[in-house]
């Protein structure tokens, strides 16, 4: 069995009439993938078999991924509220994710024949961070809104346990030259914004608009860093 000690504290500070200051930490753990933890047992023979293991076998699953540990992340933020007037609410906030122990197919050495064995480790590693602006409009009478954005760049080794496939493979033959470092995770976007408006009717427009609503969504973001690319067929 394998424990995780995974602490949570957040505070907050009252610095003047209108403005109050918050921090918050924790540590956070999950499973990886059941796909990437458990192989039938024929599965497993072939693919740390000297005679069967290879570059295209574990392309198509036939990876060991016992040894894997719980990925990790670790979360840090600060910010302030602050209440420009008696209705409006606004809130701004730094934050950093570091990601650990993130699941990734690695080269395990057995030193006993050639190829290597290719395993899933928790070799991975990555981070997030940026900025969230938000602002309330509390309701008056019929009127409220809500704005949410964030500013935020995600890098890492891979974006999951199988992200660093292409690369696996073609350094296959040659694991000491595989080469290791960040880049922008295929989640990443710079930009992600929303804004709900919500128009509630009065009792003085008639029994039959009296309790209803209009409620808009907007929602707008930045591409993300990388377009998948559609076959070409000929």
């Not at 994710?97 to 057995?110: M, N, V």
Request: aromatic share 14%; charged share 20%.
């Amino acid at each position: 069995s394998m424990g995780v000690f995974l602490p949570r504290l957040s505070a907050s500070f009252r610095l003047g009439e209108n403005s109050t200051a918050f921090v918050s930490y924790g540590k956070f753990a999950q499973t990886s993938a059941l796909a990437d933890l458990f192989q039938s047992p024929r599965g497993l023979d072939r693919g740390v078999s000297p005679y069967s293991r290879g570059s295209g076998l574990f392309s198509r699953g036939a990876t060991p991924g016992y040894i894997l540990r719980p990925e990790r992340v670790t979360h840090y933020e600060v910010g302030l509220r602050y209440r420009l007037l008696p209705d409006i609410e606004v809130d701004i906030a730094g934050f950093y994710k570091e990601l650990i122990d993130q699941a990734q197919l690695g080269f395990f050495d057995t030193t006993a024949a050639t190829p290597w064995i290719i395993i899933y480790k928790n070799d991975g590693a990555g981070s997030v961070k940026g900025f969230e602006l938000s602002a309330t409009f509390r309701r008056a009478k019929r009127f409220a809104a809500e704005l949410y954005y964030t500013l935020s760049e995600a890098r890492g080794k891979g974006s999951h346990s199988r992200s660093n496939l292409g690369p696996i493979g073609y350094y296959y033959p040659f694991p000491p030259r595989y080469p290791s470092f960040t880049s922008p995770l295929d989640y990443d976007q710079t930009h992600r914004g929303l804004l709900l408006a919500d128009y509630r009717f009065q009792p003085e427009d008639g029994l039959i608009l009296d309790g209803t609503g209009i409620t808009a969504l907007l929602t707008f973001n930045s591409g993300h860093r990388f377009t998948k690319e559609q076959e070409i067929r000929t």
